[in-house]
């Protein structure tokens, strides 16, 4: 009686596993799904603070869209690039990977604030992507809130180091001030924006001189140059 169960359970495994990358099934057609990169062309992104898509340094190749960055500082090389449109509340889900010392992140309620900021990338809440395991920061290992799924400089995720050099799976949730950070299926982090954890956790980061940081309603979906390759695809949304 048990086994019909488990071979449900297979199945459906294997048709995820199956599925092609950069393409929306029959069903999250139906369910509102939108894919962000097409694996064919940067549609629907531009630089930041630019009209355009930089000329160079991100790339589309066999289906990925490639970051060939190399100074290995923020915003150091091409720039960072962002969504056309602004997201508000959303399930956002997006295939990841990175090389050995690599550094990136995905942010989002990004606002573009004016003036440009001079040096490093515009601030916003970070899924931060990251060789946990090998990467220095100031000489030291990293700290919890700098580690891979972390909500970058505010709250750690509760996971072990992630594995470089191999795709991976991440989500992240917006539900009004509920936020929600995924790991190859596994949810890691968990927030209230009005929570005392999360204002501590805002007091003590870089972003306490932002103003409204933890009450930013709506922003753009922002890809980071942190000057090291990384590889996206399967980027996908669905408006909540």
Do not use: C
Not at 113 to 133: F, N, V
């Amino acid at each position: 009686m048990a086994l019909l169960p488990i071979l449900l359970f297979l199945s459906s495994f294997s048709t995820v596993l199956l599925q092609p990358p950069n393409k929306l099934t029959k069903q999250e057609q139906r369910e509102g799904w939108q894919l962000l990169f097409d694996g064919k062309t940067t549609r629907g992104w531009r630089g930041a603070y630019s009209e355009t898509f930089p000329k160079s340094g991100w790339r589309v190749i066999n289906g990925e869209l490639r970051g060939d960055l190399q100074n290995g500082g923020e915003s150091s090389d091409v720039g960072d690039i962002l969504t056309v449109q602004k997201y508000r509340n959303f399930d956002l889900r997006f295939e990841w990977k990175l090389g050995d010392g690599g550094n990136s992140g995905v942010k989002y309620f990004i606002e573009e604030r004016l003036p440009k900021p001079e040096l490093g990338s515009q601030a916003g809440y970070e899924y931060q992507l990251i060789d946990d395991t090998n990467f220095i920061y100031n000489g030291k290992p990293l700290e919890p809130d700098h580690r891979t799924a972390a909500l970058y400089n505010v709250l750690p995720a509760n996971k072990a180091d992630a594995v470089m050099n191999q795709w991976h799976q991440s989500r992240i949730v917006v539900r009004g001030n509920q936020l929600e950070h995924w790991l190859d299926g596994v949810k890691v982090l968990e927030a209230d924006r009005t929570s005392d954890v999360f204002l501590r956790g805002v007091a003590q980061s870089k972003f306490n001189q932002y103003a409204g940081f933890s009450r930013i309603p709506e922003g753009h979906i922002l890809l980071q140059d942190h000057g090291h390759s990384v590889a996206f695809r399967s980027v996908k949304i669905k408006r909540i």
